[in-house]
């Protein structure tokens, strides 16, 4: 018998589960931009920690910083 022969459906399933599209929360983007904005790591090092395409990186970082513009706007000092 070979190795996939011997897994159990549970294992089979915690891989089908593993493989599938993860969700991030706000608060996980917003972390993972403002790690990339200190600058300290790469941006490609970073995504590669995460696990996620930078170009994804890319799309968070611009709508953050388009946020932040719109919630600066209605602001005077």
Not at 31 to 56: F, K
Request: charged content about 40%.
């Amino acid at each position: 018998m070979n190795e996939k022969s011997k897994r159990s459906p549970e294992k089979i399933i915690k891989e089908i589960k593993r493989k599938t599209r993860r969700k991030f929360s706000s608060e996980e983007k917003i972390r993972i931009v403002i790690e990339g904005l200190r600058g300290e790591d790469s941006i490609a090092a970073i995504c590669r920690c995460e696990g996620i395409n930078p170009n994804l990186y890319y799309r968070w970082s611009k709508d953050f910083l388009e946020a932040g513009k719109t919630q600066t706007t209605g602001v005077h000092c």
